[in-house]
């Protein structure tokens, strides 16, 4: 006798097993389709910010060399100007109102000096030499510097570091300083935007997704979108002095290491978080000791 395979020869028992075995099915797949479809999304989204960290790289190298042939262009004449003007202040001894005025000549051409040289640092190829590094005394150096180099308000700033214990990182260690110099100067001038409150500047190290990640968080303003889609273009800042091309060399810093470097905004007029990741190789990948936080005066 044929066995037959119809619903009408189903029970109602068996009918019912058969539809919710279905609607189990189609649930699975729809939970699968929606998965997906998140995970296409996030894809796109990583592609797109990878995309526009090429570019941006891109557009300062471009920049980068256009700006060293000015900047050698300015540099010969400006080298003859301030021969003369040291030489009119030696000259004009004997008369004060002319010597004074060659002194601010002489003044004016070491300012453009060093924009000059602001402008050759970030237009030059960096060859990243590596080397093994602990993080933790890197990071005391650039605090130590910004201390020297008499960031405002830097004294009444509470400073806290956050990182792994023996931490390495492959890298150009010097490089890495400048960049993070840069970023820790930046910093300190958000915090003094906002007298009158209690500021703390957080350093942080620590590795994720195979990269080493150094962090500096501060407690000022914060970065308004404007700001944040224009801050690592050569020549943008938002302050009275300064040249606008101190993150432009970090970026190119950062870019050279294999890395990237990226700012979201705390709470808002809470300040602002930069991220610097360097790929992690070796020691680096290992993590170090467990993490310690330390809270300097």
Avoid at 162 to 187: F, K, P, S, T
Avoid at 228 to 233: K, L, P, S, T
Wanted: hydrophobic share 40%; glycine share 10%; aromatic share 4%.
């Amino acid at each position: 006798m044929e066995a037959r395979t119809d619903a009408g020869s189903m029970s109602p028992a068996e009918l019912g097993e058969l539809i919710g075995a279905f609607n189990e099915v189609t649930s699975r797949l729809q939970g699968s389709h929606e998965a997906l479809r998140a995970e296409v999304s996030r894809l796109r989204g990583e592609l797109s910010e990878a995309n526009a960290q090429v570019a941006r790289s891109q557009r300062l190298a471009a920049l980068g060399e256009m700006a060293a042939g000015i900047a050698h262009e300015v540099r010969n004449p400006l080298g003859s100007i301030r021969l003369y003007a040291r030489m009119l202040v030696q000259d004009l001894g004997d008369r004060p109102a002319e010597r004074a005025l060659a002194e601010r000549i002489d003044a004016a051409t070491r300012t453009v000096d060093a924009i000059v040289q602001d402008v050759l640092t970030f237009s030059k190829e960096f060859r990243v030499r590596r080397e093994q590094t602990e993080v933790s005394p890197l990071l005391s150096r650039v605090l130590e510097s910004c201390q020297h180099d008499g960031v405002p308000g830097w004294k009444q700033v509470q400073v806290v570091r956050d990182m792994d214990g023996g931490l390495l990182i492959d890298c150009d260690e010097g490089l890495l300083h400048q960049a993070l110099v840069n970023v820790v100067r930046n910093a300190y001038e958000a915090m003094a935007e906002c007298p009158g409150r209690s500021h703390e500047l957080r350093v942080s190290a620590g590795v994720g997704g195979g990269r080493v990640v150094l962090a500096v968080e501060d407690t000022g303003p914060g970065v308004s979108p404007e700001v944040e889609a224009r801050m690592f273009n050569p020549f943008f800042t938002t302050r009275h002095t300064g040249t606008g091309l101190g993150l432009a060399i970090v970026h190119r810093i950062v870019d050279a290491h294999g890395g990237r470097i990226s700012v979201r905004n705390n709470q808002p007029g809470h300040g602002a978080r930069v991220e610097i990741e360097i790929p992690a190789t070796g020691a680096g990948a290992a993590g170090g000791q467990p993490a310690r936080q330390e809270a300097l005066a």
